[in-house]
């Protein structure tokens, strides 16, 4: 699989061409590349120089959406390829995912949904926006193994913290492991807020599921 596949989907995102970048995406898989890298080595890339352009005003929402569907169109075409390499394995654990109240993000919690499916969990992703109270009460619901939260603003970090401090005070801490994750999200946060782990990306994500439901 040649680089130049991989940084014509990069560009493609970045150019917010949708069919390109579901074009480029598709031609990596078909020609045998790795789905995940896809991921690592031109989505999020192509979507962090995106931010990088916003954040130094040569970039405005309206680019920043449309790279967003860019991605999205990506990740769909890549899709097919994930859930039929994980095909074949059962379920082992109940996986609930959301992005926290105040944050609309969902382009990499949407991967970690996909590529814990393809690794064989269950999971139930609740979307975006996500009150902390309604996230236990699912949790409570589907009775999931672990809860994963996402957040992508540093405005949207503190929202993981208060919902750990309600199991904690509803004495239900040891029911649930809490995964937590998101580009401003780091281990050093994770500790501080008691979270049972942190994953840097979807890939890492899926190993620390594996990890704490062994
Ligand atoms: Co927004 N945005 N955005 N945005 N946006 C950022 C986050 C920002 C860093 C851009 C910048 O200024 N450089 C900045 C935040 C600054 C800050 O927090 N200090 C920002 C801002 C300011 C905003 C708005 C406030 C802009 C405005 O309205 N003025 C607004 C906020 C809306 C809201 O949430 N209330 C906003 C809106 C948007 C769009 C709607 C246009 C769009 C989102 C579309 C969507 O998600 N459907 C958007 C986008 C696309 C971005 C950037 C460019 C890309 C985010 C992304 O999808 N990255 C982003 C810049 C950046 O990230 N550098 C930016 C790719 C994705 C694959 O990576 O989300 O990190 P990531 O997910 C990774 C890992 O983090 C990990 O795995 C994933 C895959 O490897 N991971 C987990 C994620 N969740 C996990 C959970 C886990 C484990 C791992 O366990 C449960």
Do not use: C, W
Not at 36 to 42: G, L, M, T
Not at 54 to 75: D, H, I, K, S, W
Not at 161 to 167: P, R, S, T, W
């Amino acid at each position: 699989m040649s680089d130049q596949l991989y940084e014509e989907l990069k560009r493609a995102v970045m150019e917010l061409d949708t069919s390109g970048a579901s074009a480029a995406a598709k031609k990596i898989v078909e020609e045998g590349g790795d789905p995940v890298a896809v991921i690592s080595r031109s989505i999020r890339p192509g979507l962090e120089a995106m931010g990088e352009k916003y954040a130094t005003g040569q970039a405005f929402l309206p680019e920043l959406m449309l790279a967003a569907q860019a991605a999205e169109a990506a990740v769909a075409a890549i899709e097919p390829e994930l859930l039929r390499r994980g095909a074949a394995r059962p379920a082992n654990a109940r996986v609930l995912l959301a992005t926290v109240k105040g944050d609309i993000h969902d382009i990499g919690k949407n991967i970690v949904a996909l590529l814990l499916k393809s690794a064989g969990f269950e999971v139930v992703d609740m979307g975006v926006d996500k009150e902390g109270s309604a996230i236990l009460q699912k949790a409570e619901e589907v009775r999931s193994d672990i809860i994963g939260l996402s957040a992508v603003l540093t405005t949207t970090m503190p929202r993981m913290k208060e919902i750990i401090d309600v199991l904690v005070e509803s004495g239900k801490r040891e029911k649930y492991k809490v995964i937590i994750g998101g580009a401003p999200v780091n281990q050093a946060f994770a500790d501080q807020i008691g979270a049972d782990g942190y994953g840097p990306d979807a890939a890492r994500a899926v190993e620390l599921v594996r990890k704490l439901t062994a």
